[in-house]
């Protein structure tokens, strides 16, 4: 209610200032405060008037800047074999964000490599080159996520494996899951990583 009276008040000394200037207009009631609490405006001339001296509201600019935010690409590296046979992109940049889908440790034919450690060796390593096809490191990962079959018996080996990639702090965010299944393989790494201005 506060905040109508003010305004009623601010329309009040806008009628007094333009009814001073319609002197042959003496008699004329331009507004009524009506019942519903709602300005009911009796007079064309003084409406247009008064409404041409209110502030208007500024729209926020629309830049090129913004309009980019809103897009997405898919990533690829220069490997896609895989990507391309399971229908899905490697990662997708969007705005400053690249999020990374799971990198696997596979061997040249697409098998999973056997030895547990450098299963998670290579897999960081598939990271990297997604990672390198947006311009990205390691050192833009923000957050990780991990899949491992056996997080009992695995989960030494592959933060042995993580911290010698990653290496110490400033950490990343982490979350290891354990699952039942990973189409043979025992792990798999998907992170989100910033994109530097520059890439």
């Known amino acids: 209610m506060g905040s109508r009276s003010g305004r009623a008040c601010e329309i009040s000394t806008f009628i007094n200032s333009w009814a001073l200037a319609q002197p042959h207009r003496p008699q004329l009631q331009v507004l009524t ?38 897009k997405s690409e898919a990533i690829y590296p220069p490997d896609r074999k895989a990507y391309d046979a399971f229908n899905y992109a490697a990662a997708i940049r969007s705005g400053d964000l690249l999020f990374v889908s799971g990198q696997l440790g596979n061997r040249p034919d697409g098998s999973p490599e056997p030895d547990y450690s450098k299963q998670v060796a290579i897999a960081f390593e598939n990271l990297a080159e997604v990672l390198k096809a947006a311009g990205c490191t390691f050192a833009d990962i923000i957050d990780v996520t991990t899949f491992h079959t056996d997080p009992a018996k695995q989960i030494e080996a592959f933060s042995a494996v993580r911290e010698k990639v990653l290496g110490g702090p400033p950490y990343t965010n982490w979350t290891a899951v354990g699952v039942t299944w990973l189409s043979g393989f025992d792990v798999e790494i998907k992170v989100i990583a910033r994109i530097p201005k520059a890439a």
């Open 33 to 70: 405060w009506t019942e519903e609490r709602s300005w009911t405006i009796t007079d064309a001339t003084f409406l247009a008037e008064w409404q041409a001296s209110q502030p208007r509201p500024q729209s926020p600019p629309t830049t090129a800047s913004a309009a980019e935010q809103a």
